[in-house]
């Protein structure tokens, strides 16, 4: 299955890239995508906030659900993967649902024009016709 990952900021998509940042956090209050709804070998296209252009992908290697989970015990053990700042915690610490993807061969990729109308900061299920990876 493919996902469609939306980022804050084009630094974290470079991290991946990079290999500095090899797991990909979701976290929420509901059970959305993708907690339970991405599995190893999955594929997770990747796009800024504000942007209609996905520029990079990688597969998914492992992962991991948590549920009813101490957001600093995550941020303990997995922040060095995450690489995320401390006020994302911050931000996330109300939440029930965590979703740890393990990233795998991350790469650019032909930037595709999309148009997307929710708000939704990951969606699954996500189609292309074209998968070109430089």
């Known amino acids: 299955m493919n996902h469609l990952a939306i980022m804050d900021d084009k630094k974290y998509i470079d991290k991946i890239l990079n290999k500095e940042k090899t797991i990909e956090s979701r976290f929420s209050k509901n ?7 991405i599995k190893p070998n999955d594929v997770v296209y990747l796009k800024v906030s504000g ?30 993967f995450i690489c995320a700042p401390d006020f994302y915690y911050i931000k996330k610490k109300y939440s ?3 979703t740890l993807i393990y990233i795998k061969n991350p790469c650019l990729i032909e930037k595709k024009e999309i148009i997307k109308k929710n708000r939704l900061a990951f969606v699954s299920n996500f189609l292309f016709k074209e998968d070109i990876c430089q």
């Open 96 to 98: 029930k649902y965590a």
């Open 51 to 80: 942007s209609n252009k996905i520029v990079a992908k990688f597969e998914v290697s492992k992962v991991l659900f948590f549920e009813k989970f101490d957001i600093q015990d995550i941020k303990h053990k997995y922040n060095k």
């Open 31 to 37: 059970k959305i995508s993708p907690y339970k709804k």
